[in-house]
């Protein structure tokens, strides 16, 4: 991955301290493909940021998964309305969910898809819980999570 800016790579440590995992960080020293990310072995996950539009870095994405065997969130701030969208690569299927937003109810956090309430996955410090019904029952509670997380983020730039 290329490197990110300091604010980004802050907010992508702010979201890893949230899913609450141990952070490996020998090895994002030791090997230079994993150099700015965030490896989370207990997980099964590694995380890197960018502001980057999709589907940029897309390829650089499958080398991380690959060589790591490990699933990928790429947190991708911009100026969406959002501030920042997730794009997933599950490493059991090789496949990219895109376009995520959080979602946050009850001390849970959850990425789930921007267009629909299907295929929701819930982020824990044991992995990720993939295609799992919404955690919502309705469009008002879906945008009051929405909400929930986009006022309180930890994982905002200066955390």
Not at 14 to 33: K, N, Q
Not at 36 to 46: L, N, Q
Not at 141 to 155: H, I, Q, W
């Amino acid at each position: 991955m290329p490197p990110a800016r300091r604010s980004v790579a802050a907010r992508v440590h702010a979201f890893a301290t949230e899913i609450d995992d141990l952070v490996d960080t020998r090895i994002s020293r030791a090997d230079p493909v994993l150099a700015g990310c965030v490896v989370m072995h207990y997980a099964g996950i590694i995380l890197a940021g960018t502001s980057c539009r999709r589907p940029l870095l897309f390829p650089e994405g499958e080398v991380l998964a690959r060589r790591s065997g490990l699933d990928l969130i790429l947190l991708r701030f911009d100026a969406q309305p959002r501030g920042v969208t997730f794009d997933i690569r599950l490493e059991m299927d090789g496949s990219w969910l895109t376009n995520f937003a959080v979602w946050r109810g009850q001390g849970e956090m959850w990425l789930v898809p921007e267009g629909s309430a299907e295929g929701c996955i819930q982020v824990t410090p044991f992995g990720l819980e993939v295609g799992l019904p919404a955690p919502f029952s309705s469009f008002c509670e879906r945008e009051k999570g929405m909400v929930r997380a986009l006022t309180f983020p930890s994982f905002k730039e200066g955390y």
